[in-house]
């Protein structure tokens, strides 16, 4: 009953969403009132409804209703809560309405929230989200209905694939669904400004927040998946240019270029055509990662074959936006004038060179992602494009842009000298080369990348630490004035200091784990002890253990440092017995410095383990910056000065005086 | 969406990490190459997983055939060739530079440098002060009058 009441759901939201997208759009052009007034209701009367028919499909994971065929395939009545209420989204139809969830939820935000918002703007916005929405809609109806019933249901669920019972990964796909689904408003916000034929300062600053947001989303997501897979997938890689990830990487690329191009818009009224192709292009990666990971067209071509219709589907509502608004694009964008002119060296031109390098990049990963596919059709030839390719393709651009980055973001606008910036960078730069030298004498052997990472890694934390050291103490005011500065400083300034410093954090993590990761495999018998690096671990023994729905091998390691103790590990090996399934769970000292990370394998014929340990230093910066990342556009959100709540006028009023 | 890639690796094979301490060389330096090589080739029935992050037993199989190649002192592209001539290109993670595979390596760059001449061009014309009329609409000088009026 609830079940089909869910459905019910479902479907008036759908035609509510139909009504949203006609009917304000129509309203705007046409100057009637009160038919744009009616996105603002239709908005929230979707959400509601939606909420309703996610309600009803959780309700029915949670009492573990097996007469719902996607609940018998995907839970199972021993199953934590935790999981049976993450097992709604584990699949592909829950996690499409999912998706639908957010996208309403996004609508109904603008629309409670969006006062400050011109009236047609703000309808057309909402049309063109409705629209966005109505397609996913019918796409969950017709091909992936999550309400189906079985009619023979089992006495018993097929249980959730144990990999997906973590709370990293239960929490990885709504994280990267409130990013990609919150590029919609990007979206929807470029095409309506496209319809309206103008584009200024004000509406650089209302999609500001949409896309903050979203952007810390998409960051929060992938930094979750990439952990989740460091500690899960038992050999502690994280990051593997699968083309699932590539999926979440390129809308993160392009969203990042869009943050930065938009604040050119907003500051300067320049870039505008260039700021809403890049508002296009964010959200039609979105779909193309959506198209990826629910077609499986990359996994194999023939997977795609044998059940293309729902491939077929979001491909046909890929073309059907991203065409449409290309097209829209190119009959209006000739109309969004720039304004502002500025030299060669100056913000707008480092923020031109962050928009190239980030764009070429992603056009890399785009290419090197489907080029097995168009190698297939066109050539005939069945090739792998795997991380090996990646790390030379990719890599050089990351390097060029954190090079430039701190420089970039100390010229002033309109126009500057790379001298005059690079002043208040010296210090910044000598300290840099210092940390790369000295990475450079710690390794014995190794290759560059160390020093080289180190070197960029303190070049963009004390290059954005001085230019943020400026900002604070305006040249004039003491410490004890600066610190009082600090809790002033717009939360744009923040924003931006933290989240350069993050990325040099990251950069940090990843080339010191590449580079100095110290390995050892080996059979040991329980009771024997080796060395890993400047540690001893001692293998004292294995155990049975029972779980909830799982059994699993468990064993003890103490790990010590010259004859200090430092801790104990337990990895372990779980058996899944209603899935069938095997798990490795690393066991994980985790500390700022470095983790020791054990996994325990398959037992040997002599009656020893095999165990797998490393000694992975400052890995935990990788994630650390990704945090520090996803702080600072939730600095930059709360900046006052883009108060979403604030109305028209007083803002109008600020800019005026 | 990592998970899903992970539900459809497990069809293939369980997790956990690879090379197993029997298939260790003696020889470090050998050893290493091995690893090297290893990280270059594609676990044939895995999901995106190279031979040295993969426990199925092909890719097991796969790492001691590299081995016992390099203990017969083989060179690496000796190797691959090998490799390939048994599986096919579709092996290698890092594509050959034959044929139409240039052009992947060279996209990059390529666009890298239409990019910088485009970029290049638009900074330049945006260096002259744009010639164009007042932006402001004639309704929107209205409010704006009237908001100074205030």
Not at chain 2, 40 to 58: G, H, P, Q, T, V
Not at chain 2, 86 to 108: D, H, M, Q, T
Request: with cysteine; hydrophobic share 50%; aromatic share 12%.
């Amino acid at each position: 009953m609830v079940n089909e009441l869910g459905h019910f759901a479902l479907i008036a939201a759908f035609l509510v969403s139909v009504v949203q997208g006609i009917v304000p759009m129509v309203g705007a052009g046409k100057g009637w009132f009160a038919w744009a007034q009616a996105a603002v209701p239709c908005a929230v009367v979707q959400f509601v409804l939606v909420a309703t028919s996610f309600a009803a499909l959780t309700a029915a994971f949670v009492g573990s209703d097996f007469s719902v065929s996607l609940v018998a395939g995907n839970s199972h009545a021993a199953k934590p809560i935790l999981y049976k209420i993450t097992g709604v989204w584990g699949n592909h139809e829950g996690s499409m309405l999912l998706w639908v969830l957010i996208l309403s939820a996004f609508g109904a935000a603008a629309a409670l929230f969006g006062r400050g918002l011109p009236l047609r703007l703000k309808a057309r916005v909402l049309a063109v989200q409705a629209l966005v929405g109505c397609a996913f809609y019918a796409f969950i109806i017709f091909s992936s209905n999550p309400f189906a019933r079985l009619a023979s249901p089992p006495f018993n669920g097929r249980d959730l694939n144990p990999l997906l019972q973590d709370p990293g990964l239960a929490f990885h796909p709504p994280f990267l669904y409130l990013g990609y689904v919150g590029l919609s408003m990007s979206f929807s916000f470029a095409v309506a400004a496209l319809i309206e034929g103008k584009i200024d300062a004000a509406w650089a600053r209302w999609v500001r927040p949409w896309t903050l947001a979203s952007w810390m989303f998409l960051t929060l997501g992938i930094a979750l998946g990439s952990w989740w897979a460091y500690y899960e997938l038992g050999w502690g890689g994280w990051w593997f240019w699968d083309p699932v990830e590539n999926a979440s990487f390129m809308p993160w690329l392009i969203a990042t270029a869009l943050l930065h191009s938009a604040t050119v818009v907003e500051k300067r009224e320049s870039l505008k055509s260039w700021t809403v192709l890049l508002a296009i292009l964010a959200f039609s990666f979105s779909l193309a990662g959506t198209f990826i990971v629910r077609s499986g067209v990359l996994t194999s071509v023939h997977a795609f074959a044998t059940d293309p219709a729902r491939g077929v589907f979001i491909l046909a509502i890929l073309g059907l936006f991203t065409g449409g608004a290309l097209l829209l694009y190119s009959l209006r964008s000739a109309q969004l004038l720039a304004k502002g002119a500025f030299s060669a060296t100056s913000r707008e031109s480092a923020l031109i060179m962050n928009n190239l390098l980030l764009v070429v990049a992603t056009l890399v990963v785009f290419i090197g992602t489907f080029w097995p596919l168009a190698a297939e059709l066109f050539f005939d030839r069945k090739l792998s494009v795997g991380p090996p390719f990646f790390e030379i393709a990719f890599t050089p651009f990351m390097v060029a842009l954190a090079a430039i980055l701190p420089l970039g973001a100390i010229l002033p606008w309109k126009r500057g000298s790379i001298a005059g910036a690079a002043r208040d960078l010296y210090g910044a730069m000598a300290v840099s080369l210092a940390c790369g030298a000295l990475a450079w004498s710690l390794q014995t052997g190794g290759g560059m990348l160390a020093p080289i990472g180190f070197t960029l890694a303190s070049w963009l934390v004390l290059g954005s630490a001085a230019d943020f050291a400026r900002r604070a103490s305006g040249g004039r005011a003491g410490v004890p004035g600066s610190i009082a500065r600090l809790a002033g400083l717009p939360g744009a300034i923040w924003g931006k200091f933290l989240a350069h410093s993050g990325l040099g954090l990251t950069i940090l993590g990843i080339a010191s784990i590449t580079a100095w990761e110290v390995e050892d495999i080996r059979a040991a018998m329980p009771g024997s002890r080796y060395d890993l690096g400047s540690y001893s671990v001692e293998f004292i023994g294995v155990r049975e253990l029972q779980g909830p729905n799982f059994v699993s091998i468990a064993g003890e390691f103490n790990v010590s440092s010259g004859g200090d103790f430092v801790a104990t590990l337990r990895p372990e090996k779980r058996f899944y017995t209603a899935a069938g399934t095997q798990t490795t769970e690393a066991a994980i000292d985790m500390g700022f410095m470095r983790d020791i990370y054990i996994v325990i394998g398959d037992r040997q014929p002599d009656g020893g383990y095999a165990i797998r340990s490393y000694v992975k230093p400052l890995a935990n910066w990788i994630w650390i910056g990704a945090l520090f990342m996803a702080a600072g556009a939730l600095a930059s959100l709360f900046d006052r000065r883009y108060r979403v709540g604030i109305a028209a006028g007083a803002s109008a009023r600020a800019r005026i005086a | 969406m990592k998970w899903l890639a992970v539900a459809l690796s497990l069809l293939a094979a369980t997790m956990s990490a690879a090379v197993e301490p029997g298939e260790i060389l003696e020889d470090p330096r050998l050893e290493a190459r091995a690893r090297e090589i290893s990280s270059n080739l594609r676990c044939l029935i895995c999901r995106n997983e190279s031979i040295d992050d993969s426990n199925a037993e092909l890719a097991s199989d796969l790492r001691r055939i590299v081995r016992e190649q390099l203990r017969n002192g083989k060179d690496d592209s000796d190797i691959y060739d090998f490799v390939v001539d048994r599986y096919g290109e579709f092996v290698l993670l890092r594509p050959n530079l034959k044929g139409a595979n240039i052009l992947l390596y060279a996209s990059g760059p390529i666009i890298l440098l239409i990019g910088t001449a485009l970029c290049a061009l638009y900074i330049r014309q945006r260096r002259k002060p744009s010639r164009q009329k007042d932006a402001l609409r004639d309704d929107e000088r209205e409010r704006l009058e009237q908001i100074l009026g205030q």
